[in-house]
């Protein structure tokens, strides 16, 4: 469904997705199926998402950004694309921003351009993102930082006899901030 008063001029938009009003998807964006577009986003050119994507109100994408498949992107999320902008000078490239599967970024985070959120990962509302977030992580605070590592479902892993266990009865290790399953 397109709502009609919102201004898609894309024609590759998946099977089952619902673009609500006031939302603004430019030519060159790629939409896959299943999402939900909620109103007053704005969606530019060279972004990419992929299916079952949220993004609520006040969410603009621009160039450079790619989500990946599940992901959620909460109310008014901002995200950059050009790490030294001035008024009417553009880069000759712009940062690339990507979610990877199953990640969730909770209202009103930024999100500096150049980011990589790992698979599973989870933003903590308001928080700061200024660095690359480890798959499972939960970071929150500005700047973010890890303060939790997740299970598949988001809930939160326990840390038992030095290492986390997931829901599972895996058990994982951090190294240099990163979450290693142990074998």
Known sequence: MIHPLSDVQTDKVGEGTNVWQYAIILKGATIGKNCNINCHTFIENDVVLGDNVTVKSGVYLWDGITVKDNVFIGPNVTFTNDKRPRSKKYPDSFQKTIIKENASIGAGAIILGGIEIGAN??????????????????????????????????????YKNGFYEDNKGNKWQVINNELILKL
Request: without cysteine.
């Open 121 to 158: 990962a989870m933003i903590a509302a308001g928080s700061l993102v200024t660095k690359n977030v480890p798959e499972k992580a939960l970071v929150k605070g500005s700047p973010a930082i890890v303060s939790a590592w997740l299970n598949d479902d988001g809930t939160k892993m326990e």
